[in-house]
């Protein structure tokens, strides 16, 4: 009896194979780079998950293995990159799974936000980018959402591709911006929502859903949404908390969110709470790792359930809990070529039992520190609430230092620090 991970976020691996055990089932990971999941597999048994090496790019080439999979049970797809390849070949082999057109719809960021708007819950529609010329989308940006607006990749992940445009003269810099660089959908806009941001972890199971905690998403000052420090869970008053839950019930009913987890990305605005995305996935960096630690609670064995389909147990489950998280992504100061991290000794003398999550490898080379493709690792703390974690976990990160040298053939001039 074998469960299939097509590729996996950085972290959760082993909670995932202790899961698929637990269940009685073999875990088995296709991946194209084994060594990204190094931190992950060092610390499993050698035998504990069978790990095959293909082009998980190559649709045909993952199916023929899954054709060739003894008693292939189900499909996991956690990532944002392989998501829809996931649910195409879910629905091929007849595997139990969400309907892939609403997986289709929630990886269209100015979809999701046109069905909300037509449900009463956002405040505009988004507006695309025309083929025509940028003028033309100035007008319907000031006309639709007005200024400021956020301009965006619909298929964007990890902040990339996201300009806060104030004038029409920012949003002609953010199209020749996006013009010079790797879009993974369109352009389009949407309002710009003032207040704090927030991310609901929720598990959904035939058409209800319990919202297992609420994480902070700390991110860098404007006009960049490079994200930076998160916390769970996030102590709400109760009455808010129930409030929030039957919004974000009702937010996921109206995309067809029949099953599994979701990351809901939402502002906190003065005039309620508005949906910025919904990523069809648990959490990525530690979100996972937390929410199992806070909870007390392997959360993936539902993520195993559901592929499974069946209900899963944790929409019922009396939580004992656990230590509050927090974490911080260390990003280095300039970039170039990743050579290590100072400071990872001074850890064992702080509170909260910080932990240094390594994510690059020392000769990866870091280019990008607008967003999260930057950052190298991650320091994680615990105490007894999110805001004492937060403290906690921003005090080790000040501890220690992300160290990268320029790439060969770089000047200053030509690779300069931004943000």
Known sequence: MTLVCLESLSF?????????????????????????YRYELDRLPA???????????DTEAVAALLAATPDLRGLIGSTDTWMLVGAELTARFGLPGLDPAVLRLCRD????????????????RAVRAPDAAPAEFA??????????????????????????????????????????????GELFAEPYL????????TLTWDGSTRLLGVSSRLMSPEPRFREEITAFP????????AELERWLDGVLAAVGYTDRFAHVEFALTSDGPEVIEINPRIGGALVGEGMCRALGYNVYEAMAETALGRRPRLMDADLPGGPAVAFVLGYP??????????????????????????????????????????????VYAEAETAELATHRAVAAANTVRVLTEAIPGDTPAERPVRG
């Open 47 to 57: 035998d504990a998950v069978d790990v095959t090496e293909v082009d998980t790019f």
């Open 139 to 184: 007008a319907l940006v000031a006309k639709e959402t007005g200024f400021p607006a956020v301009v965006k990749d619909t298929a964007g992940t990890g902040s990339q591709n996201v300009w806060l445009v104030r004038d029409e003269g920012a949003l002609d810099a953010a199209l020749r911006e996006a013009a010079e660089g790797q879009l993974k």
């Open 234 to 241: 996030v102590a709400f008053p109760e009455r808010s908390r």
């Open 333 to 378: 100061a300039r970039p170039g070529v990743f050579t290590g991290v100072e400071g990872l000794d001074r850890l064992a003398d702080l509170p909260g039992s910080p932990v240094w999550y390594p994510v690059k490898q020392a000769g990866d080379r870091i280019e990008h520190l607008d967003d999260s493709r930057g950052y190298a690792g991650i």
């Open 12 to 36: 959760g691996l082993g909670h995932l194979v202790r899961a698929a055990d637990a269940l009685g089932e073999r875990l088995r990971l296709l991946t194209r780079d084994p060594s990204y």
């Open 194 to 201: 003032a207040g704090p941001v927030y991310s609901a972890e």
């Open 109 to 124: 960021k100015a979809a999701v936000r046109d069905l909300l708007h037509t449900a009463g819950l956002a405040r505009s």
